[in-house]
Nanobody, 124 residues
């Protein structure tokens, strides 16, 4: 049974940095892809970043490109999202997602597994 557990959220001021982590377990195939999504209050869930199994291919939403970095440590089974220069618009619940295929995706419907989410709040 696949489990994804996020951590690292919190309350920060604009311009600050945070690093989210997602501990993944239960994947039977090591070539699984991972992604981060977020849901702001009153808005639909949106794509943030995705990474393939080797870490060589990454995708980012335009709104976070240049500020956020997705990475993974397969030996530890952990996915990361380094968030720099945070803005109030980044305030949301951030979700880790996984799918048992090689190629990453920006579409949430294509992910099979989800974490419970971690709250990120950026004050102005």
């Amino acid at each position: 049974q696949v489990q994804l557990v996020e951590s690292g959220g919190g309350l920060v001021q604009a311009g600050a940095s945070l690093r989210l982590s997602c501990a993944a377990s239960g994947f039977t195939d090591r070539q699984y892809t991972m992604g981060w999504f977020r849901r702001a209050p009153g808005k639909e869930r949106e794509f943030v970043a995705a990474i393939n199994w080797s870490g060589e291919v990454t995708y980012y939403a335009d709104s976070v490109k240049g500020r956020f970095t997705i990475s993974r440590d397969n030996a530890k089974g952990t996915l990361y999202l380094q968030m720099n220069s945070l803005k109030p618009d980044d305030t949301a619940v951030y979700y880790c997602a996984g799918r048992s295929t090689i190629g990453p995706s920006t579409t949430d419907a294509l992910y099979d597994y989800w974490g419970q989410g971690t709250q990120v709040t950026v004050s102005s």
